[in-house]
């Protein structure tokens, strides 16, 4: 087997790979043919065609091709990455997790965009948007639509036992457990504490209301072993011994808390932006109309309101790409307020700051209006170490929330884990 | 083969026109084994039909007193295994080997590709440092252990009915016990997900009115563990009875009638002489459970993720968050390679310890 290898090093040195590690601005080609934008779907359904239609018009000369993603984050990261490690073209310009870039760029799996992009490009956004799209000082993705955490309850519970809407966690706990003593509901609060990133979302949100984080700034050291996160964590688990979240709040992501929820089994929710439209939709809901959105909660002592966390997705260029010209237009015109402004009005938050405070539409959206004065949490993702910083986290918090292990240790184990990540010395 | 001689026309050895670098060497290794097993190799090529007196043949491949004729074939054989020779050689060993070389060099992703430079052993020191990969090779040894084994029993002992029960009985329960073998994984794992779904599943809430509490299946270290080898026993037994009943069909009648005359209880007769002579078919089985508990990835995938924490994460699942997640192709390939190698290392043992006892038997016979 040994003597195999030189010959496979060789043959896969000249033989893998066509094109070439980026492109010149004066390669980019004309602003026409054809190009394929690979998406996971998102909005009301037809959403990327009418935004393509809308596009088309614009654009006579380019015709684009939308290819869904399969539906899961990690599915199509890797086919992403087979694609473009393959060196495949047929790609163009797909749309990439906030939490990509640095790995991305890394790897060079997206093109840089700031020499093609002029430099006042980026003040459509909030600094914090467009700074989450950098890789090593050069933006290698351009923010398509935002997310964030909302918290989500029953305001005609909240209303019957005469409770405000609580704006920290002590107060939520107490409210849902009022709620649960007086028979109105079985669960108090449900989110998405199961073993992925979903948890690493969650409790980053719930560490920055307590003023606490788990990488320090400039992403060199751990922070996570500290005692603002063991009053997090012992507060997460104590809901759960508590009876306030229900244990199998540990295996539950997005589809399973929002289930609880619009059931009418839980009190309160933490989901993403579309959590509001679900709850009002009458096919699947059994709350419609019943359910009101506040911004994240803070604890006790601390600064509010508390902070959801940045989420969302952005446009990326496959380096292989040949119509790079195309893929430019089809940026330009995605970030900029026409199709913006189709994304809200259909529901999904956009990115570009023109549009998202445009209290026109403020009025038809409140989780709009909630977005557009809300400050938002990063999770530590500037390093293209972040899957195992993530993993660090949520598996060590998914530990100690399901009672396998105590807070006091889970920290202590995580601190360790992103530690050993950071320094390239972890799977 | 426009050269082919007419039947029966022996004649000197000469390379065949199919032949081409590969077949050459193939052929080449099979006439120096030959020819090392027959010394008088020349005298017999000359020597027209069959050798004049059979000696002792060792029915061994390879080792065969073979005529010329035979020979010939033999290369032909060759030449026309060779396309798919090739096939097999880029579909399965080009791979293996191309993902052995990753694990062992420097991999640099680019634009233009995967770049392997260097010799390295630091991929692998990373996975014997790491406590994620110990943690899933001994969670991936003991589960293909622990599933192997009861679906081995429940399989032998579900054989055992379905042959007593005969009849279109037969097919029919055959049909009904071959669907969770015949439903694709990730669609029998969802199911699974909803039963034991923490709030909403039958099983839970099943569980809720024996135990008054609802048991969270998913939730926690052990019962996770549990719950994802009885999907996967339900799943697989199937296969393990269909294969064990094969052999049972196979064995002839007598021996089982000879030991009852012999005075043979119902429960010796079938420890003695028909579990011995099933063997070979439980080999068969249990080798293909090992090869695929060992590889398991889209159970865990759907059904935990590899959790709660890092509970049910198998090495297959975490050779592809290391490569896929993270990106980490050296790493990732020398999970891959180590999974393999080890899978490949507990066959080899398990076969060697099965025909050494089987060879025990036949000499102490």
């Given amino acids: ?427 | 083969m426009s050269d082919t001689p007419p039947e029966g026309v022996p004649r000197a050895e000469q390379p065949s026109d199919g032949d081409d670098g590969h077949t050459v060497a193939y052929g080449r290794g099979k006439r120096e084994r030959a020819a090392k097993g027959r010394p008088s190799a020349k005298g017999a090529a000359t020597a027209s039909g069959p050798p004049p007196r059979k000696r002792n043949r060792v029915p061994r491949f390879g080792r065969v007193e073979r005529t010329v004729l035979e020979r010939r074939f033999a290369r032909l054989g060759w030449g026309f295994a060779t396309p798919a020779l090739f096939v097999v050689l880029a579909v399965t060993l080009f791979p293996i080997a191309y993902s052995v070389a990753m694990s062992l060099s420097h991999v640099e992703v680019s634009a233009g590709g995967f770049h392997l430079s260097g010799f390295t052993g630091e991929h692998y020191g990373l996975l014997l440092r790491s406590g994620r990969w110990w943690h899933a090779l001994i969670f991936t040894v003991l589960y293909t252990i622990g599933t192997v084994l009861a679906e081995l029993i429940l399989g032998t002992i579900i054989a055992l009915v379905l042959e007593r029960l005969g009849g279109p009985g037969r097919g029919w329960m055959m049909a009904l016990l071959l669907l969770p073998w015949a439903m694709i994984t990730v669609v029998s794992a969802q199911l699974w997900a909803y039963m034991y779904n923490g709030v909403y599943g039958v099983l839970t809430s099943v569980s809720e009115g024996i135990t008054g509490h609802p048991v969270q299946f998913l939730g926690t270290r052990f019962p996770a563990i549990i719950s994802m080898a009885v999907a996967d026993v339900w799943k697989t037994t199937p296969f393990v009875a269909i294969i064990v009943l094969a052999g049972l069909m196979m064995l002839p009648d007598d021996v089982n009638e000879a030991a009852k005359v012999d005075g043979a209880g119902a429960w010796t007769a079938f420890w003695k002489v028909r579990l011995p002579l099933l063997r070979p078919a439980l080999t068969i089985a249990v080798l293909f459970r090992i090869l695929q508990a060992f590889g398991i990835f889209d159970l865990p995938f759907v059904l935990t993720g590899g959790g709660p924490g890092d509970a049910t994460e198998s090495m297959a699942l975490l050779g592809w968050h290391v490569m896929f997640t993270n990106l980490d192709f050296g790493p990732g390939a020398a999970v891959a390679a180590s999974t393999a190698l080890l899978v490949l290392v507990g066959c080899l043992l398990f076969l060697r310890a099965f025909r050494a006892r089987v060879a025990d038997e036949e000499t102490t016979a």
């Fill in chain 1, 1 to 427: 087997m040994f003597c195999a290898v030189p010959v496979l090093l060789a043959a896969t040195a000249c033989g893998s790979g066509v094109g070439t590690a980026s492109v010149d601005p004066k390669d980019v080609g004309p602003a026409k043919g054809s190009i394929t934008w690979y998406a996971i779907n998102f909005g009301p359904e037809g959403l990327p065609q009418k935004l393509i239609d809308a596009f088309e018009k614009k654009h006579p000369d380019i015709s684009v091709k939308y290819q869904p993603a399969p539906n899961n984050t990690d599915t199509m990261r890797a086919t992403l990455t087979t694609e473009i490690t393959g060196g495949s073209g047929s790609i163009d310009v797909f749309n990439g997790d906030v939490i990509w870039p640095a790995q991305f760029g890394a790897a060079h799996l997206a093109m840089p965009l700031d020499e093609h992009l002029p430099d006042d490009f980026w003040d459509r956004y909030t600094d914090q948007r467009a700074r989450v799209t950098e890789h090593e000082g050069n933006h290698v993705a351009a923010p398509l639509y935002s997310d964030q955490g909302f918290m989500y309850y029953r305001k005609d519970l909240l209303a019957k036992h005469d409770i405000d809407v609580p704006e920290t966690w002590e107060e939520l706990r107490d409210a849902a457990e009022r709620l649960q003593d007086g028979g109105d509901v079985r669960y108090g609060y449900v989110a998405q504490w199961a073993n992925y990133e979903g948890l690493t979302v969650n409790f980053t949100e719930m560490s920055a209301a307590a003023g606490g984080r788990s990488v320090t700034k400039g992403e060199h050291d751990a922070a996570i072993d500290s005692p603002e996160n063991r009053r997090v964590l012992e507060f997460m688990r104590g809901m759960i011994t508590d009876g306030v979240a229900p244990s199998a709040n540990t295996s539950f992501q997005e589809p399973q808390s929002l289930q609880t929820f619009v059931e009418g089994d839980a009190a309160f929710h933490r989901n993403w932006s579309h959590g509001l439209a679900e709850a009002d939709n009458p096919d699947t809901s059994s709350v419609v109309g019943k359910v009101g959105v506040t911004e994240m909660p803070t604890f006790e002592g601390e600064k509010g309101p508390g902070k959801g966390a940045l989420g969302g997705w952005n446009l990326m260029v496959n380096p292989h790409s040949e119509a790079i010209g195309a893929v430019l237009a089809f940026i330009e015109w995605m970030t900029g307020n026409e199709a913006q402004r189709i994304l809200a009005e259909n529901g999904v938050l956009p990115t570009v700051t023109d549009v998202l405070d445009d209290e026109e539409l403020h009025e038809k959206n409140p989780v709009l209006a909630l977005a557009a004065d809300s400050e938002l949490v990063t999770r530590p993702a500037d390093t293209p170490r972040y899957p195992q910083v993530s993993n660090g986290i949520f598996t060590n918090v998914n530990g100690a929330l399901a009672g396998s292990t105590t807070p006091v240790t889970a920290l202590r184990s995580a601190s360790d884990d992103i530690q050993r990540a950071l320094e390239h010395n972890a799977l």
